[in-house]
């Protein structure tokens, strides 16, 4: 088989996962989320993030992001996002065929985008001709593994908050950027002013779960309709609930993330002493874009799993999880030098 340097989605179920299904296997209890599991968790997630938290699994991160904007957006708003945002390039659409929504995009290098270019978004308001803006959604860690501060998200909220907009963060792997800051979730979420939140548990071990969190007290109090009515309601909550229940402990999540990232670290180490190597993103998380010459690429490629970014530049993404070993990294260094 080859080593995996694709994506955190090849990795398997951290074995904790799997024993919170196994403890939450025992007898019946009501469905749809009205059991002690669920109640559980969502109490957890207030302890975490604090209590105006309120959280709702859904299956995977499309549905978590389209559900969580749809719930939020009147027909006639608008979300500003980067460019390369997930919800732009990675989700077949879904926003505008499920929502109807625009999606208004900012050009950035690093997939972050900056409290000036949102500000240059928010034209002609209360123009009846012109989509509104409501929402602007970022991504942390972004999809180039570069890692937005609080600091940075703060400023990003208060031109959000003076303009009235909600800020959404995909948080697809929220865990890495909580790990490589060195920080908690609510350090990032509601005390840098993001109002709701896709919370991503899959990417870093759990299995076909993922959050909406709310953390602005006024926004998705009709979601729970928001979520059967997009196909996102669990009958059988209690398994993806006793997962992110589990997941929010310290020693869940920061453990398995700071793993993915030390191992990316000591990948960009090995790449950098490689001529022909380029790094084209800082790499702050766990996946590392750099150009490798396009012989190497299809050497490698035998032997390893990753995905050529743009086939343009040779540019090459490779993404480590909480399952790649020290001995997977060697590998690829040393595949590297001969
Ligand atoms: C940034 C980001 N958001 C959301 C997702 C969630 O996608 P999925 O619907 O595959 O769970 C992904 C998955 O790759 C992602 O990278």
Redesign the pocket.
């Known amino acids: 088989m080859k080593i995996n340097f694709a ?3 090849y990795a398997g179920v951290a074995p904790e996962m799997l024993r919170a299904i196994e403890n939450a296997n025992s007898g019946t209890v009501p469905a749809y989320g009205s059991d002690p599991y669920t109640q559980s968790m969502q109490d957890k997630f207030k302890a975490v993030f604090g209590e105006t938290a309120r959280a709702y699994p859904v ?7 389209v559900v969580a904007l749809g719930s939020v957006l009147r027909p006639y708003e608008t979300v500003v996002c980067a460019e390369k ?3 732009q390039v ?2 077949c659409g879904a926003p505008e065929h499920i929502l109807r929504v625009k999606l208004e995009l900012i050009s950035t290098k690093d997939q972050k985008i900056t409290p000036e270019q949102i500000r240059e978004k928010l034209v002609r308001r209360g123009d009846i001709h012109y989509a509104q803006a409501r929402v602007v959604s970022i ?1 942390n ?3 180039y593994g570069t890692v937005y501060t609080a600091a940075e998200i703060r400023a990003i909220a208060d031109v959000c908050h003076e303009n009235g907009l909600y800020l959404h963060c ?4 929220i865990s890495n950027a909580a790990a490589s800051l060195n920080t908690s979730f609510r350090a990032i979420t509601t005390d840098a002013g993001v109002d709701f939140l ?1 919370f ?1 548990a ?2 870093n071990g759990a299995l076909a779960v ?1 959050a909406v969190v709310f953390l602005n007290p006024t926004l998705g109090l009709d979601f729970e309709f928001h979520r059967k009515q997009n196909l996102q309601l669990s009958s059988k909550m209690r398994f993806s609930s006793a997962q992110l229940d589990c997941f929010l402990d310290e020693s869940y999540w920061r453990k398995h993330a700071s793993h993915a990232n030390r191992m990316a670290e000591r990948l960009e180490q090995g790449l950098k002493q490689v001529r022909g190597f380029e790094l084209t993103q800082k790499r702050q998380a766990n996946a590392i874009f750099g150009t490798l010459p396009q012989a190497v690429i299809e050497r490698l490629q035998q032997k390893f799993v990753f995905y050529v970014w743009n086939e343009l530049t040779n540019e090459v993404r490779l993404m480590t999880s909480f399952q790649t070993t020290e001995s997977d990294v060697e590998a690829f260094l040393s595949a590297l030098k001969t």
Do not use: L, P, V
């Open positions: 994506s955190d989605n299956f995977n991160g499309t549905g978590a992001n945002a997930h919800i990675d989700e991504t860690s972004t999809e995909d948080g697809s792997r896709s991503g899959t990417k993922e």
